[in-house]
């Protein structure tokens, strides 16, 4: 191969900056994802990140999977694949969901990479510039960084411990023309709250009647540890519900494995738009998923989970009782990955990680970055994982944590 | 659980249609996808996909790594990872990109999932709606597919035997702005042709002097079956070329890995992109492929697979050459899996397939999927594939293929 011709090197350079579309200027890069980088360090307790306890992911069954797929269906399980998925994993899911609650056939679902995928393809199927979009305050983070590049209007509506307060909708929804409710019914993340069945009925009378769909996005739902399941709200609504899930909580978040129950129409939308972005998710993958889920184990292994998680947060809870000073509030999730904590009004959380970090080595995220615009709220909030810490480092960390909260206005 | 309440149900139904964003609009499905959905029926010879031979994937060793993965690292595995990608796999990749003659250090590499997600992520971060791209004519489905949503402009430059006719560059970039050039300079798809030297030096000299990127794409630069290894474009031109390659025609289609290089600045927008897209690409394959990759066993599977595709490229050469009747032409690839055929102007692919396809069971992809729009050309061409099909099943397709020509023009 002859050698480069070094004669234009440096003599000229793309302006990358000036070449960036307008929807990369609203990608921002915020100080906090700056900070949590220094929550890897190994002497940091955080509770900071949503992982699984890596612990809890079923290491051996994964390999069993994998030795009798190569085994018996290597060159099939290598290959390209059709974009909505392998068919016996999306029948697996059909009856799985309707088990759930929810009427489903192979035709309703697409696989994604994550429920991260499915929230972009709402965007990108769905979302024009200065569409107004109904979101919690506080809302999921990948929801936003999902949707901002395609520049949507957001209107918040508060929480309180039964859920979105869907009470306000139709006040909204009478002035206004909304293209979609998001809501996280179940273990809300950040917030840690499940919206009750008198609001789910609610929500979609308002939603009926104002003609607006919802986005119902579940990745915590198979993960309760308390009290009865709630009809998902695709249930009470299915030709007008988009339904999120993913096996990133119950499976493992590394394979990159969700999937997006709708109306058959809808999954044709999204099917070309995820055709256009990357063809489809890993073949191999869904392979490997559809074997552990047919086989019984991940049903056996979520109910493992729940226990360990549950542990988990009743150290955390037990810890804040116990370490906390007063003035500090926090939600009691019957579920999921997170709980929610509610400084005095002067706390500035961002601040507050920043000193948590330096002096007590621990981490969380603060709140304000669970809001669509920082003047919206979440200043003197946190969110705090306890599916990932161990049960004495949960303890370990508030306690750090508390030693932080007293300095501060204890 | 309670029982869904149905008073709801059928009441009332979203307009899907209508609550599409216009880039949905954009999406286009064609009749010919339909037709080739018919290519799928096992008594059909086709040379349509794109598909490697699945009796040359890594089966075992691909099990190998996976035993020993899951054995020695499991957790990590299966647990989230950074969006740039797996530092191993980057480390692994810019060594052997600087063989290949790219100057890249980890810093300059993302893994997507498949290079059709880096197609996507360049529409994403660089083109607003109305920006002017140039593309070949024929060029790439996947790259239109991939962009047609973010709504650009194509200005096309046909191709000859030595590549995209670039000294016609100078007239179309003196006149207009122009965001980026699209170029695949191995063994073209669909065209089978490879950008000379003189030619790759001519483009960065034009890119250069108007202020133009370009985006390399080259899956195929590795599946070289006779001549010699031509230099990148990306090493005439290195802070300004975004170089795309995959893992698809090497190792595996289905696991769904590619890699981008560009200069760091750039990588760090497509990774803000990425993080909202779907967090990052599967852990648990990069896992596998740097295994197999620092094992040094792609080395020598891609070594295995070179020996068979060539051989089915000869298949199908000779065969064209004995059985196809005067009036038809077509590319001689040096590499890759595509050639292209072109039979007399009168001839239209399109209803020629549907013919190939009743009578004789032999499918293949006419010609004006590949141009940006129907009136640019390619009614009276065809992609064929040559990787996918036994050296036995290219000679009996071309013989059935020659069948239908002869009864339409010979």
Chains 1, 2 share one sequence.
Not at 36 to 53: E, R
Not at 259 to 268: D, G, H, L, S, T
Not at 305 to 316: A, F, N, P, S
Request: hydrophobic share 40%.
């Amino acid at each position: 191969m002859p050698k480069p011709n070094s004669e234009l090197d440096g003599q000229w350079t793309t302006d990358w900056e000036r070449a960036c579309s307008q929807r990369t200027q609203r990608m921002t890069s915020s100080i906090i994802r700056e900070l949590l980088k220094y929550t890897q360090q190994p002497d940091v307790i955080s509770f900071a990140g949503g992982m699984p306890a890596p612990e809890a992911f079923p290491v051996r069954e994964v390999r069993e999977a994998c030795n009798y797929i190569l085994k018996e269906m290597g060159p099939q399980a290598l290959q390209y694949g059709p974009t909505e998925g392998y068919p016996p994993l999306k029948e697996y899911l059909a009856e799985s969901m309707q088990k759930y609650g929810i009427p489903a056939v192979q035709g309703n679902i697409l696989l994604t990479n994550g429920s991260q995928q499915a929230l972009d393809l709402i965007g990108k199927v769905f979302i024009d510039e200065g569409d107004t979009i109904v979101v919690g305050r506080p809302t999921y983070l990948g929801a936003l960084q999902a949707w901002n590049v395609y520049g949507p209007r957001y209107i918040t509506v508060p929480l309180d411990d039964d859920g979105m307060q869907v009470e306000r909708l139709e006040g909204i929804l009478k002035e206004q023309k909304v293209k979609f409710i998001y809501i996280l019914p179940n273990f809300h993340n950040p917030a840690g709250v499940t919206l009750s069945l008198e609001r789910r009925y609610q929500l979609v009378r308002i939603a009926a009647k104002y003609g607006t769909f919802i986005v119902e996005d579940d990745p915590y739902g198979q993960l309760r540890y308390e009290g009865e399941d709630i009809i998902p709200i695709i249930s009470l609504h299915k030709e007008n519900t988009i339904y999120l899930s993913t096996f990133s909580k119950t499976l493992s978040p590394g394979i990159r494995l969700g999937w997006i129950v709708a109306p058959e129409r809808v999954i044709v939308k999204f099917v070309q738009a995820k055709q256009g972005t990357d063809l489809h998710t890993s073949t191999f993958v869904q392979y490997i998923a559809a074997d552990i889920c047919n086989r019984g184990i991940l049903r056996r292994h979520v109910k493992n989970i729940r226990r360990m998680y549950r542990e988990r947060r009743d150290v955390m809870l037990a810890a804040m009782e116990k370490y906390f000073p007063p003035g500090v509030t926090w939600t009691r999730p019957q579920g999921g990955l997170f709980l929610w904590v509610t400084l005095p009004e002067h706390v500035d959380t961002g601040k507050l990680l920043q000193v948590a970090l330096q002096e007590e080595k621990v981490a969380f995220v603060p709140g304000v970055v669970f809001y669509p615009s920082a003047d919206l709220g979440g200043h003197n909030c946190m969110r705090l994982n306890f599916s990932n810490a161990s049960p004495e480092m949960i303890e370990e960390g508030i306690r750090r944590l508390s030693r932080v909260l007293v300095r501060e206005f204890g």
